[in-house]
């Protein structure tokens, strides 16, 4: 080890000494590093520069001012070259910055190569695992290449911090203004104000167990069980998104509700034929074609988001959870009906088995499973890949299970994203 790395770990097994011998552990990045240089020079790791090539303090200067001046306590998410650390601590009003590791063997091999007392001798300073928290923490500042190369541990949050950077960008096409939008409302408006509230459903099935079926690969293994529960009495209630309804169908399967939010919901997905004792949720932006063939019974709901506020004030209707993904309202649906237990089949973010739909062909409902450039942890803790809005998704509905600790959650399969606050149904797990 260097001397660098025996001033630096002084200081951390000082001042966190669990931390400092979990950081031990760390594996070695010396064969994926090398030496970048520009006006100044940087490390990279595996391709990706930790930090500016031309000036560090320059860019974390730019970094830092991003972050709210006033505010007396700052996350750091990536450690990085201690760029950021030292020009925030220049701050005399901060009174605490928590810098939350996101690849130990990053931080480790920092440790080896330059001094960073500066900023880990601090005593304004906590340093921790990102990995260690339940969720983000506010304000903060995520180091872009960081998010890159977040190890195993640490893809939670970083799946998070990616989530909430991207969130005004995910949001664009729900603009109130867009005009697409303001004529798909319009065009909805009077089915709206005629079809049955959502409300209607709530509490209609206390204590029943409910079934929420996703249109996730791992749905394919779980067709013929679920045939045969579908049969018995008595039994689970099956909700089930839009995009799952016909590949249920074709596989003998009823479900007792549908959900739908997603304005690009077309016939190909809800044929309408055979419908009349089925339930239709949905939300106003769905085709008001699509709604008016469905021969069972409808019920809308609204959102939070703004894009319903004024057709909220004209028409009273109960509210939905969306967190991005048709699964968060059926999800949500499943809670307010009364379940306290739930099992999620589908619910993968990801494309197991190399596909990215059960029942659908590559492509159909989105990109392809070679376009997939992101990755989650598996209910095998294996990689597995996935698009950067399943991770969001994925994000949210976490957080709504968390906030619902009186429900129990289960997931059906170990091949798609592990969902934190889910255990495994031992009846469906393979």
Same mark, same amino acid.
């Given at each position: 080890?260097?001397?660098?790395?025996?001033?630096?770990?002084?200081?951390?097994?000082?001042?966190?000494?669990?931390?400092?011998?979990?950081?031990?552990?760390?594996?070695?990045?010396?064969?994926?590093?090398?030496?970048?240089?520009?006006?100044?020079?940087?490390?990279?790791?595996?391709?990706?520069?930790?930090?500016?090539?031309?000036?560090?303090?320059?860019?974390?200067?730019?970094?830092?001012?991003?972050?709210?001046?006033?505010?007396?306590?700052?996350?750091?998410?990536?450690?990085?070259?201690?760029?950021?650390? %030292?020009?925030?601590?220049?701050?005399?009003?901060?009174?605490?910055?928590?810098?939350?590791?996101?690849?130990?063997?990053?931080?480790?091999?920092?440790?080896?190569?330059?001094?960073?007392?500066?900023?880990?001798?601090?005593?304004?300073?906590?340093?921790?695992?990102?990995?260690?928290?339940?969720?983000?923490?506010?304000?903060?500042?995520?180091?872009?290449?960081?998010?890159?190369?977040?190890?195993?541990?640490?893809?939670?949050?970083?799946?998070?911090?990616?989530?909430?950077?991207?969130?005004?960008?995910?949001?664009?096409?729900?603009?109130?203004? %867009?005009?697409?939008?303001?004529?798909?409302?319009?065009?909805?408006?009077?089915?709206?104000?005629?079809?049955?509230?959502?409300?209607?459903?709530?509490?209609?099935?206390?204590?029943?167990?409910?079934?929420?079926?996703?249109?996730?690969?791992?749905?394919?293994?779980?067709?013929?069980?679920?045939?045969?529960?579908?049969?018995?009495?008595?039994?689970?209630?099956?909700?089930?998104?839009?995009?799952?309804?016909?590949?249920?169908?074709?596989?003998?399967?009823?479900?007792?509700?549908?959900?739908?939010?997603?304005?690009?919901?077309?016939?190909?997905?809800?044929?309408?034929?055979?419908?009349?004792?089925?339930?239709?949720?949905?939300?106003?932006?769905?085709?008001?074609?699509?709604?008016?063939?469905?021969?069972?019974?409808?019920?809308?709901?609204?959102?939070?988001?703004?894009?319903?506020?004024?057709?909220?004030?004209?028409?009273?209707?109960?509210?939905?959870?969306?967190?991005?993904?048709?699964?968060?309202?059926?999800?949500?649906?499943?809670?307010?009906?009364?379940?306290?237990?739930?099992?999620?089949?589908?619910?993968?973010?990801?494309?197991?088995?190399?596909?990215?739909?059960?029942?659908?062909?590559?492509?159909?409902?989105?990109?392809?499973?070679?376009?997939?450039?992101?990755?989650?942890?598996?209910?095998?803790?294996?990689?597995?890949?996935?698009?950067?809005?399943?991770?969001?998704?994925? %994000?949210?509905?976490?957080?709504?299970?968390?906030?619902?600790?009186?429900?129990?959650?289960?997931?059906?399969?170990?091949?798609?994203?592990?969902?934190?606050?889910?255990?495994?149904?031992?009846?469906?797990?393979?």
């Amino acid at each position: 080890m260097s001397d660098s790395f025996d001033h630096n770990a002084q200081v951390i097994e000082r001042r966190w000494p669990a931390l400092f011998a979990r950081l031990m552990t760390e594996g070695s990045l010396q064969e994926q590093v090398e030496l970048v240089e520009g006006l100044g020079s940087t490390l990279s790791i595996a391709g990706i520069q930790i930090t500016s090539r031309h000036d560090r303090t320059r860019e974390a200067q730019l970094q830092a001012a991003s972050l709210p001046s006033a505010s007396p306590i700052v996350h750091v998410y990536g450690t990085g070259l201690g760029d950021l650390q %030292c020009v925030l601590l220049e701050g005399t009003d901060l009174q605490r910055v928590y810098v939350h590791i996101l690849n130990g063997a990053i931080f480790l091999l920092t440790l080896q190569l330059l001094d960073q007392r500066h900023w880990l001798s601090d005593p304004r300073v906590e340093l921790r695992y990102a990995g260690d928290s339940p969720d983000i923490h506010f304000p903060f500042f995520a180091l872009p290449s960081e998010m890159l190369l977040a190890d195993d541990f640490n893809a939670k949050i970083r799946d998070r911090l990616i989530s909430e950077v991207h969130l005004a960008f995910n949001n664009r096409e729900f603009d109130p203004q %867009c005009p697409q939008i303001i004529q798909r409302l319009e065009e909805s408006v009077e089915l709206v104000r005629h079809d049955a509230d959502v409300a209607e459903l709530f509490a209609t099935c206390p204590g029943r167990e409910v079934y929420v079926i996703a249109t996730g690969p791992t749905l394919e293994q779980h067709f013929e069980q679920l045939r045969t529960v579908r049969t018995q009495e008595p039994r689970p209630l099956f909700i089930c998104v839009d995009t799952a309804y016909r590949p249920l169908r074709e596989h003998g399967i009823k479900p007792d509700l549908v959900v739908s939010i997603d304005q690009r919901i077309s016939f190909r997905h809800l044929p309408p034929e055979d419908t009349g004792d089925i339930p239709l949720v949905y939300l106003p932006l769905s085709d008001p074609q699509v709604l008016a063939a469905w021969q069972g019974p409808r019920y809308v709901g609204y959102s939070a988001s703004p894009v319903y506020a004024a057709m909220r004030q004209q028409i009273s209707k109960a509210e939905l959870y969306v967190g991005g993904s048709v699964i968060h309202p059926a999800v949500d649906l499943a809670v307010k009906l009364g379940a306290d237990r739930i099992t999620l089949f589908g619910a993968d973010f990801a494309f197991p088995m190399n596909k990215t739909h059960a029942g659908w062909g590559d492509g159909d409902l989105g990109p392809g499973v070679n376009q997939a450039r992101h990755w989650v942890i598996d209910g095998n803790n294996q990689r597995v890949r996935t698009q950067l809005n399943f991770r969001s998704y994925l %994000c949210e509905l976490e957080r709504y299970i968390a906030g619902h600790p009186q429900v129990r959650f289960f997931n059906s399969s170990r091949a798609g994203a592990m969902i934190v606050g889910t255990t495994f149904n031992q009846e469906f797990v393979r």
